[in-house]
């Protein structure tokens, strides 16, 4: 089966209820269809009503930024992935480097997420990728294993099948640094072939995406490579006209 494209707009902590209407218009406009490609915004949580409400029936779906472990319960600031349901939400982020980093997410915690989030139908990005001083170390291979595996290890390699893995170098998020195309090939096609050991079939067809400083003039030559099926795009995300070059570069 060949595989569709897909990019993923993550705001982050940006927005209001008078740009998000204008930026969400503007995408709904843009992006009348996509060929042999799909996308999601992932917009904070108080938003979610607004995009359900301006995109339900569009070619752009939504999710969240992240999601809870937890089904419900006593987790004030939480949550869940049925809430995110709720909204009519089909992606959640897991795992993005700033949760690992600031709020101390690790493997376990993100495998966890990842499996909450399935629970409910939701599809996860899940995040992977090393930090500059772990490439330097020639340790990416290593980092991005041990990712996978705590994820394989508790759902089990056939739910990687519903998901998306999004590759995201950290020292590229944000910086306006971008990893050559060379470098992100070579990492999702480790990523591909870490799955395959476990099954060959689920490998060929998972969409494994790039993120880091992706923007409308570098994601053509970065999804042309055979392992990139589309990006996880965070300040491009938030400038309509960008982010519409991004879904349509993703196209086949
Ligand atoms: C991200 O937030 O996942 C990301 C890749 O950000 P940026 O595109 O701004 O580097």
């Not at 690790?106 to 399935?118: I, L, T």
């Not at 995040?127 to 089990?156: F, H, P, W």
């Amino acid at each position: 089966m060949a595989r569709t494209g897909f990019v993923a707009g993550n705001w982050k902590m940006h927005g209001n209820l008078v740009q998000n209407q204008e930026l969400l218009d503007a995408i709904v406009l843009g992006i009348p269809s996509l060929q042999n490609a799909s996308c999601a915004v992932c917009v904070p949580y108080p938003y979610l009503a607004q995009a359900q409400s301006v995109l339900k029936g569009t070619h752009v779906a939504w999710g969240g930024q992240d999601v809870s472990q937890y089904h419900q319960g006593a987790y004030t600031g939480e949550v869940s992935a049925g809430m995110l349901a709720d909204f009519g939400c089909c992606y959640v982020i897991v795992g993005h480097s700033e949760r690992r980093t600031l709020y101390g997410e690790d493997n376990q915690v993100v495998a966890e997420k990842f499996r909450s989030a399935q629970e409910q139908s939701l599809i996860p990005i899940l995040c992977v990728g090393e930090t500059l001083a772990q490439r330097e170390a020639n340790d990416t291979e290593q980092v991005i294993a041990m990712q996978l595996d705590a994820v394989i290890g508790l759902v089990g390699a056939d739910a990687i099948k519903h998901s998306v893995i999004a590759y995201e170098p950290v020292w590229a998020i944000g910086t306006g640094k971008t990893a050559t195309p060379q470098q992100a090939q070579d990492v999702h096609a480790f990523v591909r072939s870490r799955i395959a050991a476990h099954n060959s079939e689920i490998a060929a067809d998972v969409q494994i995406v790039y993120g880091g400083s992706v923007k409308a003039n570098n994601a053509p030559e970065l999804f042309a490579m055979p392992d990139i099926d589309g990006g996880l795009i965070g300040g491009a995300s938030l400038v309509a006209a960008e982010f519409i070059s991004i879904c349509f570069a993703a196209q086949s």
